[in-house]
């Protein structure tokens, strides 16, 4: 069964560091979202990117963050200068269609920001 | 802001044993989506319910959207210890080329054998 892959599994970097957790979407899916879910807390969306474009981003996606596909097969997340409440484990999904039917999500990145 | 909640918040119970999760909206939704995380995995979608008064099953979990589509339960018969998970729901939000998810915070079920 096609599946969505992100790289890496665990990252741990320091305060201020820039981090890039990488997915691979499913080859034939069109839309593609990134989620964070902090320990204890509810799954949060951050960004939807379809067309080579962010279709809508969340408050929590602010100056820091970024997202790319660079080279039509990954789907990258981007944060230039981490702080301690970045810690969370960073999902990306995908689907098909926009997302009324269901999402493909990859196992996450755990980061851990010190 | 549409909110989801889901309750109840924790179910611990024996093998073999039914039970019920239920998740409501603090306002009417087109669709909404069951999945069922495992610890330090993604969600797995398990089903999406799209109309009012739909009732949708898989195996021996059995999903239901209220006639007024403000909310949606999960019924497992004879609860398995493989059935150990947190069950969440989302709705699909937003419009056009954008249907970001909103959460619920999940129940966590634990089937001890």
């Known amino acids: 069964e096609p599946e969505v892959t992100q790289t890496p599994s665990h990252q741990v970097t320091q305060m201020g560091q820039e981090v890039i957790l990488r997915c691979v979407p499913i080859?034939?899916?069109?839309?593609f979202y990134w989620y964070r879910q902090i320990l204890g807390q509810k799954v949060e969306f951050l960004v939807s990117?379809?067309?080579?474009?962010?279709?809508?981003k969340s408050e929590i996606f602010d100056d820091q963050f970024s997202v790319e596909r660079p080279d039509g097969s990954n789907f990258t997340l981007k944060i230039r200068s981490t702080k301690l409440e970045d810690s969370a484990m960073y999902f990306c999904?995908?689907?098909?269609?926009?997302?009324?039917?269901?999402?493909?999500f990859g196992s996450g990145t755990r980061l851990t920001v010190v | 802001t549409q909110l989801l909640e889901q309750s109840p918040q924790f179910l611990s119970i024996q093998e073999g044993e039914n039970l019920t999760v239920y998740c409501n909206s603090s306002?009417?939704?087109?669709?909404l989506q069951w999945y069922r995380q495992e610890p330090g995995e993604g969600p797995v979608l398990l089903v999406t319910?799209?109309?009012g008064g739909e009732v949708k099953k898989l195996k021996r979990l059995t999903f239901q959207f209220g006639d007024a589509r403000k909310d949606s339960s999960l019924h497992i018969t004879a609860a398995q210890t493989g059935d150990t998970g947190l069950y969440l729901c989302?709705?699909?939000?937003?419009?056009?080329?954008?249907?970001?998810?909103?959460w619920g915070l999940g129940t966590s079920l634990a089937v001890n054998p």
């Open positions: 989302a709705l699909s939000g937003g419009a056009g080329n954008n249907r970001k998810l909103i």
């Open positions: 306002s009417v939704f087109s669709s």
């Open positions: 319910v799209v109309t």
């Open positions: 080859s034939n899916h069109l839309y």
């Open positions: 990117f379809y067309n080579n474009e962010i279709s809508e």
């Open positions: 999904a995908s689907s098909e269609s926009p997302g009324y039917y269901g999402y493909t």
